[in-house]
């Protein structure tokens, strides 16, 4: 297990934020895990590919970083092939492996940023699939009662950018490995409208699983800021979901603004879309700005601390408040030891 003291973190979060830690200990296999001292979560940070993170102060204990890898096929029926994932593997690099191998359910999620163990902390979702549709268990070591365990799809609670993990039990669990329920044969979730749209401007009618990933990774390239030139976490915010009776009024004083039908008699708004409305698109304080591609990322033009960022957020959140009434919450973990 690599050990680094007092590292800096600036270069593990896509933010590109400053911040640095106590300790950072490299976590390379399960026995690892085994000789870890006890997790103090008023100090310590599990850390995997630093995509979905806002650090607004530095971590004054240890940072664990999760890199146990391995990706294998366990058990094939004709239809289903159950593969196991290490939480140190980078994600699109497994939905590749996948692909390769003729499996699908991974193709909607392709290029979402990130590590592997990450993925059932916010049931990371896109293009209208999210985790959940092919995830059968979570294997994590429990930090309160130093075991390892083992949690079906149902037991991780997953719901819209959420699970036991994030909200419920946030910090309790180190996940080592997740295993996934693919199909061999395959077939196609087109629901998200702009898909449809890709594949066919493609000339594609009846696509093949690798040919949706690349329509995915083509609209994931043209709609969002690549972190490689400008720090970002991805949505700031999250969509909100309201009462229909909350929603029905709002759409009929905003008839453009998209919605969807989200369970139970609930309806998912376009964060973006009021953000945009709210002319905060492109907006900058500093170096904390609205990306100019996408109004619901947040973007680091340069020196922004994580406080630069958290008070736009603040600002975006109050805007969009006083304009539809409508309270925006943050997707990214506000990683904050004050
Ligand atoms: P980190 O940011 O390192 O950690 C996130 C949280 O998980 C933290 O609370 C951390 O403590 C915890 N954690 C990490 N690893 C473990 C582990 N092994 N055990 C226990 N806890 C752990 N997300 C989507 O859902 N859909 C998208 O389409 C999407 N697009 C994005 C696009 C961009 C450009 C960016 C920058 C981000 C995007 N995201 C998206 C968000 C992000 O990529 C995902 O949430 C991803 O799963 C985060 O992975 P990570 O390894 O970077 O996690
Ligand atoms: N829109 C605007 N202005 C913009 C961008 C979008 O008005 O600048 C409107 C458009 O009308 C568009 C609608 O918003 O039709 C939805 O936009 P998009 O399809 O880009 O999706 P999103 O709702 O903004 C969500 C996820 C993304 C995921 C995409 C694709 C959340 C919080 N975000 O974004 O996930 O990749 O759908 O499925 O649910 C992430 O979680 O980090 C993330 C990037």
Redesign the pocket.
């Given at each position: 297990m690599k050990v680094i003291e007092r590292p800096s973190l600036a270069a593990l979060?896509?933010f590109g934020i400053s911040a640095s830690a106590g300790l950072l200990m490299e976590i390379e296999t399960e026995e690892d895990v085994l000789s870890l001292p006890s997790f103090r979560p008023d100090r310590d940070?599990?850390?995997?590919?630093?995509?979905?993170?806002l650090f607004l102060s530095d971590v004054p204990g240890v940072v664990y970083l999760?890199r146990i890898g391995g990706m294998e096929i366990l058990d094939e029926t004709p239809e289903y092939v159950l593969a196991e994932a290490g939480?140190?593997e980078n994600?699109h690099r497994l939905v590749r492996w996948t692909l390769k191998r003729g499996l699908s359910g991974l193709e909607n999620?392709s290029?979402?940023?990130?590590?592997?163990?990450?993925?059932p902390?916010?049931?990371?979702?896109?293009?209208g699939v999210e985790l959940s549709s092919v995830l059968q268990s979570v294997t994590?070591w429990d930090w309160e009662q130093a075991a390892w365990i083992t949690f079906s799809e149902k037991e991780c609670h997953f719901a819209y950018?959420d699970s036991r993990?994030?909200s419920a039990e946030?910090?309790r669990?180190?996940?080592?490995s997740i295993r996934l329920r693919l199909a061999r044969i395959f077939s196609p979730k087109l629901a998200y409208q702009g898909l449809i749209e890709e594949l066919s401007n493609h000339n594609i009618t009846e696509p093949t699983a690798t040919d949706v990933s690349e329509a995915v990774i083509r609209l994931?390239r043209r709609k969002?800021?690549?972190?490689a030139k400008i720090g970002?976490?991805?949505?700031f915010f999250k969509n909100p979901v309201i009462d229909r009776d909350e929603a029905d009024p709002l759409l009929l004083s905003h008839p453009d603004l998209p919605a969807w039908p989200d369970q139970g008699d609930r309806i998912k708004l376009s964060a973006a879309w009021m953000i945009e409305h709210c002319g905060l698109k492109g907006m900058r304080d500093g170096d904390a700005g609205v990306s100019d591609k996408h109004a619901l990322?947040l973007v680091n033009h340069g020196s922004a601390r994580g406080s630069d960022i958290a008070a736009l957020a603040h600002k975006v959140h109050t805007t969009v408040f006083e304009e539809f009434g409508i309270e925006l919450e943050p997707?990214?973990?506000l990683?904050d030891y004050r």
């Open positions: 979060n896509t940070f599990i850390l995997g590919g630093g995509s979905n993170i999760n939480a140190g994600w999620l290029l979402i940023p990130g590590l592997t163990g990450a993925a902390i916010q049931n990371i979702g896109a293009y994590a950018r993990f994030k946030p910090d669990y180190l996940i080592t994931r969002l800021p690549d972190t970002n976490a991805g949505s990322v997707e990214p973990r990683v």
